[in-house]
């Protein structure tokens, strides 16, 4: 693929995600908790086969644990791949660690809008631990990026060393 179709694509990615970020933060509180309850139910469908028969507190204690899993894991996770999409959009820059570190302050950047665009969401509001799990993960998504990257460029110059 020509290399400037294909940084054309790495920079759609970035922005097609950002979008898809800002589409979810859009919900309404109501539809955002029914997103994460219809979740958090098959997943206790699946694992407990008898949670209908656990006593209440046990059953409200496991629903309260798996809910903050699951809404914290979807923060970090969707951070972790912007973070990654956004080390890949920023190709041109050659040093690996400040690519790293590029993507990583995109990626908290856009976590500190992001959690400012859920103040004008009905039900909504924005937290500085959402930002600290998301920038938690734009860290971890950015060094598998970099893992990778540097991987597959001591890959390549291995594989032309060999070729000499």
Not at 5 to 30: E, G, K, M, P, Q
Not at 56 to 71: G, N
Not at 101 to 115: K, P, Q, T
Request: hydrophobic share 50%; proline share 2%.
């Amino acid at each position: 693929m020509h290399s400037r179709t294909f940084n054309y694509l790495r920079w759609a990615a970035l922005i097609a995600f950002c979008i898809v970020i800002f589409v979810f933060s859009s919900f309404r509180a109501d539809e955002s908790t029914s997103q994460s309850n219809r979740i958090v139910d098959a997943i206790i469908e699946f694992v407990f086969t008898d949670f209908e028969h656990k006593p209440l507190p046990e059953q409200a204690a496991v629903t309260s644990l798996l809910t903050v899993l699951v809404r914290k894991g979807a923060h970090f996770s969707e951070y972790a791949l912007l973070a990654s999409l956004a080390f890949m959009a920023f190709y041109g820059i050659k040093s690996s660690f400040l690519r790293w570190f590029s993507a990583v302050g995109f990626a908290f950047l856009y976590a500190c809008s992001d959690e400012f665009h859920q103040t004008f969401v009905p039900g909504r509001s924005g937290m500085i631990r959402d930002v600290i799990v998301d920038t938690s993960g734009a860290v971890f998504g950015a060094l598998i990026a970099c893992f990778i990257a540097v991987f597959l460029t001591a890959r390549s110059i291995i594989k032309n060393y060999k070729n000499m």
